[in-house]
């Protein structure tokens, strides 16, 4: 059944909102603090403090790996690759990003952060071969 795979599409597309919500609320916390000025921020965001820059880094990231990601789950409902494995290889990839942007915008400690990278990165690759798989 198809729609297993659209519940870890819709669930990354509402962490992204999550994301863009706390970049939101960090940006405006700039502001109330007065950490930054309208005009400073005007041309560049560079001004902004730097819990309000991991936060709109890592929203920028929801638009890098998790591109393949909706596009694995389009092509895996075109071929019928729609499984439990993809389906919880979907999840797990979800969960990744979840991880990846708690540690991102929290202690913001690179290694951790690149090895859950890795993981749903890996998780990715795992979809794909299996899309193939049932091609062919």
Known sequence: ???????????QILWTLVVLGIVFA??????LDKAVRPADVAVSTERY???ARLAA???ANQFEAPVLFYALIMVAMEVGAVGT??????WLF??????HTVIHVGSN???????VFAFGVACLVCMW???LATML
């Open 109 to 115: 400690r690179l290694h951790l952060r690149a090895v």
């Open 57 to 59: 880094a890592n929203y």
């Open 26 to 31: 960090r940006r405006r916390r700039a502001f």
């Open 1 to 11: 059944m198809t729609i297993k795979l659209i519940y870890p599409a819709l669930a």
């Open 49 to 51: 403090p730097e819990p």
């Open 85 to 90: 494995a993809m389906a919880v290889l979907a």
């Open 94 to 99: 979800v969960l990744s990003r979840v991880v």
């Open 129 to 131: 071969i299996g899309i």
